[in-house]
């Protein structure tokens, strides 16, 4: 079974400061996992998504996340963050080869202030 | 198409009726999932085509909800005798295959509204 937990529901930062967002994954196996965006009145759109390639994966706009196997986490992080990095964000977990149903984590608002 | 299209985009109706929600997948996308989101709640699972049959549909919440998805292409989830808790954004996702290492691509969603 695949379980996801983002930390935080909301999380508030200055503009220029770094961001980080926090998930904790379980899977019976070696999964899939991803960060998506949700922009105000806007679909979801992917910023990363890791496959057991490189364990730090890099985003669009400036995101990176780091999986780490031993700590069951893949945070998201960014050096500075813009006004525009105003969103909701979602971890999502999944499998690797056949069906496997992505998991949606609960979300975590982000408010950049100037 | 370019990206996944979802009709109607904004739904009003009355506790009770039906409604038919529509999901218009990437051209050759043969996986197509769709999710409830309530407000100011995360993604809820509800079922997923490969082509036309639907290997997983454990996240329907009742026997109200059908989807079915013909010719591999266009899929319609139908809702009967809407509830108020049914009021929602239902998105639908499609991906090339599916493998959970796929990315999905989600359309706009369908905002519902039950009076």
């Known amino acids: 079974a695949q379980s996801v937990t983002q930390l935080d529901s909301h999380v508030s930062v200055s503009e220029g400061t770094p961001v980080l967002l926090r998930c904790n994954y379980s899977?019976?196996?070696?999964?899939?996992l991803f960060w998506y965006v949700q922009h105000p009145n806007k679909g979801l759109q992917l910023l990363l998504k890791?496959?057991?390639?490189?364990?730090l994966v890099k985003g669009i706009n400036g995101f990176e996340a780091e999986f780490k196997k031993s700590e069951t986490s893949f945070h998201l992080t960014k050096p500075s963050a813009h006004m525009s990095d105003a969103a909701e964000y979602f971890c999502?977990?999944?499998?690797?080869?056949?069906?496997?149903?992505?998991?949606f984590g609960a979300g975590t608002r982000l408010a950049v202030h100037p | 198409g370019a990206g996944v299209s979802q009709s109607p985009s904004n739904k009003v109706t009355e506790k009770g009726k039906d409604v038919e929600l529509r999901c218009d997948p990437i051209?050759?996308?043969?996986?197509l999932y769709w999710y409830r989101q309530r407000l100011g709640q995360g993604l809820e699972f509800l079922i997923y085509?490969?082509?036309?049959?639907?290997?997983?549909k454990s996240g329907l919440p009742s026997d109200r909800f059908s989807a079915e998805r013909t010719g591999g292409s266009v899929s319609t989830l139908t809702i009967q005798r809407t509830q108020q808790e049914d009021s929602a954004v239902y998105l639908c996702?499609?991906?090339?295959?599916?493998?959970?290492?796929?990315?999905?691509?989600f359309g706009a969603g369908s905002r519902l509204t039950v009076l």
């Open positions: 996702a499609s991906s090339l295959g599916g493998s959970g290492a796929n990315v999905l691509t």
């Open positions: 899977s019976s196996y070696s999964p899939s």
């Open positions: 890791y496959t057991s390639a490189a364990t």
């Open positions: 999502v977990v999944g499998g690797k080869g056949g069906y496997n149903k992505l998991i």
């Open positions: 051209s050759g996308h043969t996986a």
């Open positions: 085509f490969q082509g036309n049959s639907a290997p997983d």
